[in-house]
């Protein structure tokens, strides 16, 4: 059986996520936590206030990814449905019966979330930058959350691993 747990929906997209979501949200708040606590020397309750502000800020960050595709590719005239949220990732969906599309729309639409969080990025970045002189755990939240968008949501999406946008570019880009 295949569970799959309604979250509503914004900017006419369905959202969902897969129990995964839950269960991977949970790990990395731990280890956010144990860092903190760990390396930072961060009082317990700060440490896991800090590491769920950290989850919060990473999901907000996947969804502005996919908000991404989504505007790309709406002005592309092939939208999106929804999105699926697994594990630490997500996934853009599409009407089933969607045509035969030509490679540039695809492109257009896979390149829309690494835009969208590059742009995230940079003003992640500046916040990073704003919060380093007082330090402290708002400082590391925002590092943290710098370095999600870019390492994570913009550079490691065009990688091609077969699950991300850059497969999808890479698949393609040889076709057009």
């Not at 002005?75 to 599409?94: D, H, N």
């Not at 402290?136 to 994570?152: H, K, R, S």
Request: net charge positive; aromatic share 10%.
């Amino acid at each position: 059986m295949n569970t799959t747990y309604k979250l509503g929906s914004i900017a006419d997209l369905r959202l969902t996520a897969q129990p995964s979501t839950i269960i991977s949200s949970l790990v990395l708040w731990s280890i956010l936590s144990a860092v903190a606590f760990g390396l930072l020397h961060l009082s317990p309750g700060a440490a896991m206030l800090g590491g769920l502000v950290a989850v919060a800020l990473h999901w907000l960050s996947v969804l502005i990814h996919q908000l991404g595709h989504a505007l790309a590719a709406r002005r592309a005239e092939y939208p999106m449905v929804g999105i699926e949220f697994w594990l630490l990732l997500s996934r853009s969906l599409y009407p089933k019966e969607e045509p035969a599309l030509p490679a540039d729309i695809h492109i257009r639409r896979a390149l829309g979330g690494p835009i969208s969080s590059l742009v995230f990025s940079l003003l992640a970045g500046l916040c990073a930058l704003a919060l380093h002189g007082p330090g402290g755990i708002f400082w590391w939240v925002a590092l943290f959350f710098f370095l999600d968008n870019l390492l994570v949501l913009t550079l490691g999406a065009i990688l091609p691993l077969g699950f991300t946008d850059g497969s999808t570019l890479l698949y393609w880009i040889r076709r057009w």
